[in-house]
């Protein structure tokens, strides 16, 4: 059964910082997705990476697959107050387009 | 262009009844996915559909159904409501069946009493 785990799960970090988000899978896949999600709101689709060593970025953030170590990072640069959501990242069985979504990290970013 | 709009965006049940989920999809999408959300987890895939073909089906009790119609919008029907029925139900949808993303509508918030 695929697993997908996110850590951290929650994350508080001032305005200006770096930080990374990962999301480990279980067994083999080659397409990850990355959603956010805004408090009571649907979900946004932010990535979507299709192959190993794919590298995505827009604006502060930038996302990058590894299937051979089932990981994905979401990067954050300079976070800013408007990056504060849930994001999550959802990976699709393969052969289907089964999305199994991961637990979410909830940001909160401070001014 | 309208998104993925979904019908209705609250209502509330009371333990036992039946329930109809509405969506349609993105202009000339013809998958269709839906999706439960808890409050405070990832959304759990129910089914998916293309093509108004059912492509798979999550873990979920028979009590849960759905078909896709020649217009390619949706219903999900549950039946026989429980507590933990309780949550966000989305619907996406896609050009070709997800490969390159779904695109959620903004969800029905089911409360059962």
């Known amino acids: 059964e695929l697993k997908v785990e996110q850590n951290p799960l929650f994350l508080s970090m001032q305005e200006g910082k770096n930080y990374t988000i990962y999301c480990n899978y279980s067994?083999?896949?080659?397409?990850l997705y990355w959603y956010r999600q805004d408090p009571g709101k649907s979900l946004e689709s932010l990535f979507v990476?299709?192959?190993?060593?794919a590298v995505k970025q827009e604006g502060r953030l930038m996302a990058s697959l590894d299937t051979k170590a089932r990981l994905s990072t979401l990067h954050i640069t300079a976070a800013v107050h408007d990056l504060s959501a849930t994001y999550f990242c959802?990976?699709?069985?393969?052969?289907?387009?089964?999305?199994?979504f991961g637990t979410g990290t909830r940001l909160k970013v401070l001014a | 262009d309208a998104g993925v709009t979904q019908s209705p965006t609250h209502l509330i049940k009371t333990r036992g009844q039946q329930v109809t989920l509405r969506c349609s999809p993105i202009?000339?999408?013809?998958?269709v996915s839906w999706y439960q959300q808890v409050l405070g987890q990832g959304p759990q895939f129910i089914f998916q559909?293309?093509?108004?073909?059912?492509?798979g089906r999550g873990n979920f009790p028979d009590r849960f159904s759905a078909r896709q119609f020649p217009n390619y919008s949706s219903e999900l029907n549950v039946n026989a409501l429980l507590l933990g029925d309780s949550a966000l139900y989305l619907c996406?949808?896609?050009?070709?069946?997800?490969?390159?993303?779904?695109?959620f509508g903004s969800g029905t918030r089911l409360t059962v009493v």
């Open positions: 996406a949808s896609s050009l070709d069946g997800g490969n390159y993303g779904y695109t």
């Open positions: 067994t083999t896949s080659d397409r």
């Open positions: 990476l299709l192959s190993n060593g």
């Open positions: 959802a990976v699709a069985y393969s052969g289907t387009y089964k999305y199994i």
């Open positions: 202009s000339g999408h013809k998958s």
């Open positions: 559909y293309y093509e108004k073909e059912e492509r």
